[in-house]
């Protein structure tokens, strides 16, 4: 899975190790991501980069969100494909599209 910030492509993968160091470092977990949003999507931003870009910081990612608002860039689509990665990553289910009732 992949975000494209400010014109330029990232690989987001996110590891049972990145989001326990999401928990330890900022006490964001995933159960509780409806508090800080911004917090929470800097927080999952840094955590889905960490593989990518092994010295990014927090503050980098939120640096990196700065630039991609500033360049025309939105939230959603940044929530979104972190939405998606975390899916991959078998964290949360993939939505299953209902099967309607034959008429």
């Known amino acids: 899975m992949t975000v494209t910030l400010c014109g330029r492509e990232y690989s987001l993968r996110f590891s ?3 989001l326990c160091c999401l928990e330890e470092k900022t006490g964001i977990s995933l ?3 409806q508090g800080s949003p911004m917090r929470c999507l800097r927080g999952l931003l840094w955590c889905g980069l960490m593989e990518s870009c092994p010295q990014i910081t927090p503050e ?3 640096k990196m969100l700065d630039e991609h608002l500033r360049s025309g860039g939105s939230l959603a ?3 979104s494909a972190l939405a998606l990665a ?6 949360f289910p993939k939505a ?3 099967k309607k ?3």
């Open 96 to 98: 299953v599209p209902s």
């Open 60 to 62: 980098d990612a939120g």
């Open 31 to 33: 159960d509780g991501l």
């Open 86 to 91: 975390l899916e991959d990553a078998c964290f």
């Open 77 to 79: 689509q940044v929530s």
């Open 101 to 103: 009732a034959a008429p």
């Open 16 to 18: 049972v190790n990145a």
